[in-house]
């Protein structure tokens, strides 16, 4: 009997010093929130995580939607909770009480034909509170113009009054239009933006914005650079999906990957909490390459489409990872967004005063116009101070849209794909000729910027006239060909003893 409770005690305090040791700041005190609509049951997804049904649910008063389960699903995607969606043909309201604070909302969608319910005839809205997510949203041709099967949207909001209610409204002027969800998912998280204090670049002197308490933002994009997709279960508790950045990087010269070495360890610290960004986000990056010659000549560059006419904070994740980079002034570079300056001199080790140390700084830009439109993100070398390596270095990068006047989040839908052509034979001309241009439209929204860009590319930098001094010596040639060795990996890059990068943990 004692054994047993010495056992018992044993047991219990081990549960609870497994829970305490579990990283404090990545578990949110309060509960995750994750709801498979038009599921029969409860059921798990992928990775374990535990879903419950909108059905009876107490999040859902008087459900009047009804469940369908998708025609056909794509062994790509997961079947929880994916495969059943909740349709409605009248506006519905899902009621969420919730303690006061900062969430994530994750909205899962996966367009399918729904009996009679065609996946073309879905154009709906979603609010949450006062604030419009979504509005005339297709998620089919949206998923369609990105080419992916399914889709979440990331809502970041500050919840004040107890209460969430998140409404799915069909569209008034489309026939047929319903709404339909697969998944909400509600996660509280500490206040990752409450600390922030972004510069707004805007072309004059940066002046610093403000972000109000209820600011409700839309993720965009959230990069592990030069590293590999982070699932949500990898995250530091968080649930966020790290993307690869590659297909963002502009042209060919995409530069270096690596990752930290062996005995550089990430340093967490009161202002960078391990719940900012995992471990694999701040142990890998991308540099411009060991070559000072070579990245005089070029911007490190992200081109990300976004929706026209939103303020976007722009937050970039920054740890030196590799010796010999130790102190100020061995590493420092210019940071560029839509290519006005957002950061004259950045200098890791001078923010972090250590190797192994992650920081992150916010930027908010401007984008202008409707529409879809691009943001660009360029790093470059600065040479003033005169620092040891000139070279760049980003580890990672989130991109979130920030709500408007009109307290709304909702961009247009992306212009449909060309349709694939069904008799070739009986193809006029003129349709002919639309499809080609529209394939290559494709092809470059797609991320294969290569080709098309390669002249916009040189045209850009013989503008830079910083650029141009250091530039003399080398025609756009011979630069073409050092770019192309980069990428292409047919040569092989000389990694010099002391050289701030290697190709050591390169993915790629
Ligand atoms: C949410 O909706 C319920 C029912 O429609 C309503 O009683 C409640 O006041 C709403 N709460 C908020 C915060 O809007
Ligand atoms: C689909 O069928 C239901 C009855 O099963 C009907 O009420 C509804 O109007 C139909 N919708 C469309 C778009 O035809
Ligand atoms: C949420 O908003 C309230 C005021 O509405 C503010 O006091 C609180 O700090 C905010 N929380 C976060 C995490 O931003
Ligand atoms: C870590 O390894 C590097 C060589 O890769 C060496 O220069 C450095 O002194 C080592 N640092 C520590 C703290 O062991
Ligand atoms: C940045 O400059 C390049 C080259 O001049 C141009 O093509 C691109 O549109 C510019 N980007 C923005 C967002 O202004
Ligand atoms: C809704 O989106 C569709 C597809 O992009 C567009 O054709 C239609 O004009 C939009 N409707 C409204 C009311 O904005």
């Not at 729904?114 to 089919?140: E, I, K, R, W």
């Not at 409404?167 to 489309?174: G, R």
């Not at 002046?207 to 994009?221: C, G, K, R, S, W």
Request: hydrophobic share 40%; charged share 15%; with cysteine.
């Amino acid at each position: 009997m004692k054994n047993r409770l010495i056992q018992l005690s044993a047991l219990v305090c081990a549960s609870f010093l497994s829970l305490l040791a579990a990283p404090a700041a990545s578990s949110p005190p309060r509960d995750n929130i994750l709801l498979s609509c038009g599921a029969a049951g409860p059921d798990s997804d992928a990775n374990g995580r535990p879903w419950t049904s909108d059905a009876e649910s107490e999040y859902a008063p008087s459900l009047n939607g009804r469940s369908y389960s998708a025609m056909q699903q794509a062994s790509s995607v997961p079947r929880v909770p994916y495969l059943t969606a909740r349709v409605f043909t009248s506006p519905y309201t899902y009621s969420f009480p919730l303690p006061t604070g900062r969430i994530f909302l994750r909205l899962h969608f996966y367009p399918s034909n729904f009996a009679n319910h065609s996946a073309a005839d879905a154009f709906f809205s979603v609010t949450a509170g006062p604030y419009t997510l979504l509005q005339n949203f297709s998620a089919s041709l949206t998923a369609d113009a990105l080419s992916f099967a399914y889709l979440t949207r990331e809502f970041s909001l500050n919840v004040s009054s107890g209460c969430l209610n998140i409404t799915f409204a069909p569209s008034t002027t489309h026939k047929n239009s319903y709404a339909f969800i697969n998944g909400i998912e509600i996660v509280p998280i500490p206040g990752i933006f409450s600390s922030s204090r972004p510069m707004l670049i805007h072309g004059g002197n940066p002046v610093e914005f403000e972000i109000d308490a209820d600011q409700a933002l839309q993720t965009v994009y959230r990069l592990n650079v030069g590293g590999q997709a982070i699932s949500p279960v990898k995250d530091s508790g968080l649930s966020r999906t790290w993307e690869d950045d590659s297909p963002y990087i502009y042209g060919a010269a995409s530069g270096v990957t690596f990752s930290n070495d062996p005995n550089v360890s990430i340093k967490y610290t009161p202002s960078v909490p391990n719940y900012i960004a995992p471990e694999e986000v701040y142990s890998t990056a991308r540099s411009m390459g060991p070559n000072a010659h070579i990245n005089l000549n070029y911007k490190l560059t992200w081109i990300l489409p976004v929706d026209a006419g939103f303020y976007y904070l722009v937050r970039l994740h920054f740890c030196e990872i590799q010796y010999p980079i130790t102190k100020e002034n061995q590493r420092v570079f210019g940071v560029y967004l839509d290519n006005l300056t957002a950061q004259w001199a950045a200098d890791v080790i001078g923010w972090s005063k250590g190797i192994g140390v992650p920081v992150f700084k916010d930027y908010v830009v401007i984008t202008m116009g409707s529409g879809q439109t691009d943001l660009w993100v360029a790093l470059h070398p600065q040479t003033i101070s005169k620092p040891q390596y000139y070279d760049a270095i980003l580890n990672g990068m989130e991109v979130f849209k920030l709500q408007n006047s009109d307290n709304s989040l909702a961009g247009v839908n992306p212009e449909p794909r060309p349709q694939p052509v069904e008799d070739p034979g009986k193809v006029s001309k003129q349709k002919e000729a639309k499809g080609h241009v529209a394939a290559i439209v494709g092809v470059v929204i797609g991320g294969g910027f290569a080709i098309l860009l390669a002249g916009v590319y040189l045209s850009w930098m013989s503008k830079d006239k910083e650029m141009k001094a250091a530039a003399e010596d080398l025609d756009d040639e011979s630069l073409l060909r050092h770019v192309g060795e980069i990428d292409g990996g047919t040569t092989k890059l000389e990694v010099k003893p002391g050289n701030p990068t290697s190709e050591n943990g390169s993915h790629e």
